[in-house]
């Protein structure tokens, strides 16, 4: 398998699972246990939160340990909706994750109102448009994705903070794209909850962590045993929690080292061995802003579905710029917002790319992409022409 869909899932990288392994073993306690087996235990999971800290620039106490991108969001609407019911309304953009749009959902549902900003063409939340939006008094949270899934475009998050809290609105963001990929500092962008997932940075599944600014107040989603200081109750995950910390330690390392110039490499000569087939392809999303590994690819008139189960039969794992719910292709909510046309969203692929790839898989999946574009064109008689090299 060529696997080109890291924004789904990342493989667990070895030094992550190998420093996990102990807690799986013998490093059994209880963290809470106050004898030495489980004093231990507490300062690894501590020492983890420092690691998690330092990829965001927080303190450790502003960081809280939970499952994983979608629990940490639900936590921080949950909270900001029970300690602030005076101000009711959310502000979301169209490209949410459906982790936060089934929370704004609820936030409705729950008599509070939720009001999305519109984004450009490109994918960028239209600044002005959220600045006419914002109603100092009623809005109470901003949450917006720092970078997202489908396209990889990277949001103006400091215009945005700065914006929301000039009308006294609280600022959340979903960085579980972009955390381990992009620069991430707290202290110069100053959001008030940060949202990241372990699984989309070589840690396992099921991992993830909030941040909360040590200005706010929060209400934890889960009460229980008291765990994590109030802000989380249940008994610590503590091998993935460690796997968590080793996998922020290794991101910020690859962050200053040549590794993200590595896979833009991988990335742009990817875009360019199809482009130079397939002229008429086009790329999603601000060319500026755009995650150095993500490509959301419209190959017009080519099948999308038809693509996938061809690139599948290659041994490319991919996905289709459509979500894809229960089976069934439905169009993609992010293009549909940044008003790409239904059509050419059924003909947009989406590749992700991580660490491990190398030259020879980006080689090898873009001639199999233009290969099955080929096979494709072909099959629906669209008489475009796809060049052989
Ligand atoms: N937000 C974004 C942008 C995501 O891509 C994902 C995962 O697909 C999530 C949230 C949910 O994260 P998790 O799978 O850790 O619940």
Wanted: hydrophobic share 45%; with cysteine; net charge neutral.
């Amino acid at each position: 398998m060529i696997y080109l869909d890291a924004n789904a899932t990342t493989p667990v990288d070895p030094a992550v699972l190998e420093a996990m392994l102990p807690y799986l073993r013998e490093h059994y306690a209880n963290p809470s246990a106050s004898y030495a087996a489980g004093r231990r235990v507490r300062r690894a999971v501590e020492q983890a939160r420092t690691q998690v800290a330092a990829l965001l620039g927080a303190r450790p106490a502003e960081i809280t340990f939970t499952s994983g991108g979608t629990e940490s969001i639900n936590a921080v609407h949950a909270s900001v909706r029970a300690l602030w019911p005076e101000r009711p309304e959310l502000i979301i953009t169209g490209t949410e994750h459906a982790a936060v749009l089934e929370s704004a959902r609820r936030w409705q549902a729950q008599g509070g109102q939720v009001t999305t900003a519109p984004v450009h063409p490109d994918g960028r939340v239209d600044l002005g448009a959220l600045h006419s939006l914002l109603r100092p008094g009623i809005t109470g949270l901003v949450s917006i994705m720092w970078a997202n899934n489908e396209t990889g475009v990277i949001a103006p998050m400091h215009e945005i903070a700065a914006m929301a809290h000039a009308a006294g609105a609280l600022v959340h963001t979903d960085a579980v794209q972009a955390a381990g990929k992009i620069s991430l500092d707290v202290r110069t962008t100053p959001v008030d909850f940060l949202s990241l997932s372990g699984h989309k940075m070589h840690a396992p599944k099921g991992t993830g962590a909030l941040y909360v600014s040590q200005r706010v107040r929060f209400e934890p989603l889960l009460v229980g045993g008291g765990q994590e200081n109030e802000r989380r109750g249940g008994t610590e995950n503590v091998p993935g929690i460690i796997a968590l910390g080793k996998a922020a330690e290794l991101a910020a390392q690859h962050l200053a080292d040549g590794t993200k110039a590595r896979i833009k490499a991988l990335r742009d000569r990817f875009e360019h061995l199809i482009h130079a087939a397939v002229p008429e392809m086009r790329i999603h999303g601000s060319p500026a802003h755009r995650l150095h590994t993500t490509t959301s690819l419209c190959l017009p008139e080519t099948d999308a579905a038809g693509m996938l189960i061809l690139l599948d039969q290659a041994g490319i794992a991919c996905s289709a710029g459509s979500a894809c719910h229960a089976g069934a292709l439905h169009a993609s909510h992010v293009l549909e917002a940044m008003d790409v046309s239904a059509r050419d969203a059924a003909c947009t692929l989406r590749f992700s790319f991580n660490r491990f790839n190398t030259k020879s898989d980006v080689e090898s999946a873009a001639h199999a992409v233009i290969e099955s574009a080929h096979k494709i064109r072909e099959a629906q008689g669209c008489g475009l022409a796809v060049i052989s090299h």
